[in-house]
């Protein structure tokens, strides 16, 4: 079953600026916007004080208008939402916090709104719209497949920190930077300038005039899975790092060409995101440019597994950009800091968020039941292990007192587990917490245990859960039996290769059969 709570989205790019092909259809009223559930072209209808003149594009949950205001004469972009979606008081709600929260943001990098009201209808409901500054230039998602200089690559990253910065100093987490979210508008001679938008699954860290802090249920994910941080990959709270994760995912695909995960499903791509790092990126672009190792080092900071790794704040990110951009000298990056707790552990104090899984396109709720559903298929989701501290090193107090050395307590016991699997490249978890142990065969150190679960995961395979004690060092080998694949004669035709189609993101819908 397939959902789209999202897509009443603010402004997607393309929206902004593409041509409808097919024939408009004549609106029922020019004096006041009428509409029913067909949901008419409202070309040459009047919402406030605002003429829509013509359809610009439109998207799953509405529909956006080049409009000319009625007294000024002000050219502007009006999205109006949905007739079917204006009914639904949490979506017209959503709508209009976005266009609060993205207003009080007020930097040149956001897309800037200038209004939003809703308009009364016969039926008793009311046409929600937003009015915003009209774009003029493409999604960076059009262009990604030209090869970028390093200059055009860094000043676009560049300006991206800085819009991030002034969202987060609001306590406004964007929380789906993504290429698609990333206008190249123009502005004046500057052909590239961004804008960044759609603000429709963003955070509120803390309250914006009317707008509470905002809170999402607990267990599920949030964000496009392609650029995800791991910790919302894996439904763990998120903060302005989980943004700044994001904008060395789009660095990186701009200067290696590639983007650094790849899965044909979604528990696949959790795996990677979580465990694997990121390839290196190359010594030199596909223009035959040198990367900078500073630079390399920026974009592999801000791809840290652990959030307390890497750059703390966006102004931080730009700062360290910054050189690349105005020539500079380029600055050594300080060391990089330690994590505070353990890799993607949440703070006591912090409240749960939520896990929704958004596409560019087609955004998809993943409930805990399905996850439990996608378990049971084979298809896991993984924690990477967890880092054991080092024990403190022993205390000296000063000369002049006697030497005292602190007493460390003894850590629990550990033993040796050794796992293989026929054949091999089986991925193990604890079935017990869901944590990923290892690829078969793997040789681990863990706690001593009367009795851990196992669960072995192989494409093709069935899954295997396998119970092993934990007393002493052990040894356990499973021998895996294949899926008995049936004919199927009227089975869907596959992509090229034998693959199954995949999104933009390159991630399959996980309820797709």
Partial sequence: ????????????????????????????????????????DL??????????????GEGAMGKVYLAKHQRIGRVAAVKVLKAEHAKNPDL?????????????????HIVEVYDFGEQPQPDGSALAYCVMELLEGRPLSEVMQQHFTIARTVRLGWQLAKALHSAHEIGVVHRDVKPENMFLHRKGDDVEFLKVLDFGVAKLLKPIGDLPQSGTAAGIVIGT?????????????????????????VLYELISGVQPFHADTFGKLVVEITSKPPPPLPDKTALG?????????????????????????????????????????VRELAPTPMPRMPALLPSPNEADDALVVQRSKAPVVVAASVVLALLGAGV?????PMERAAPPSPVVVPPSLPEVTAVVPPGPARVWLEVSSTPPGAEVVRAD?????????????????????????LDEHQPLTREVSLKANATVSVDLVPTVKQDAPTAKPKGPGGKKPVSRDGV??????
């Fill in 433 to 457: 917490s869901m944590v990923l142990l290892g690829v078969t065969p793997f040789r681990i150190e863990l706690e001593t245990a009367a009795s851990v679960p196992l669960a072995f995961a």
């Fill in 92 to 108: 017209v709600q959503r709508f209009i916090a976005e266009a609060t929260a993205v207003n009080a943001i007020r930097n040149e």
């Fill in 225 to 249: 899975p392609e650029y995800m941080a791991p910790e919302q990959a894996l439904g763990a709270p998120t903060d302005r790092r989980a943004d700044l994760y994001a904008v060395g995912l």
């Fill in 289 to 329: 440019e040198v990367v900078h190792p500073t630079l390399k080092r920026i974009i592999t900071r801000c791809l840290e597994k652990e959030p307390d790794r890497r750059f703390q704040t966006a102004e931080e990110l730009a700062h360290a950009l910054e050189p690349f951009v105005t020539g500079a000298p």
């Fill in 43 to 56: 070309s040459g209808a009047e919402l406030g004080p605002w003429h829509l003149e013509r359809l610009l």
């Fill in 380 to 384: 896991l989701l993984f924690m990477p």
């Fill in 1 to 40: 079953m397939r959902f789209d709570p999202l897509g009443a989205s603010l402004a997607t790019p393309i929206e902004l600026v593409r041509t409808v092909s097919s024939p408009s259809q004549t609106s029922p009223s020019t004096h006041g916007a009428v509409v029913d559930s067909m949901d008419f």
């Fill in 508 to 513: 399959l819908d996980p309820f797709s059969q």
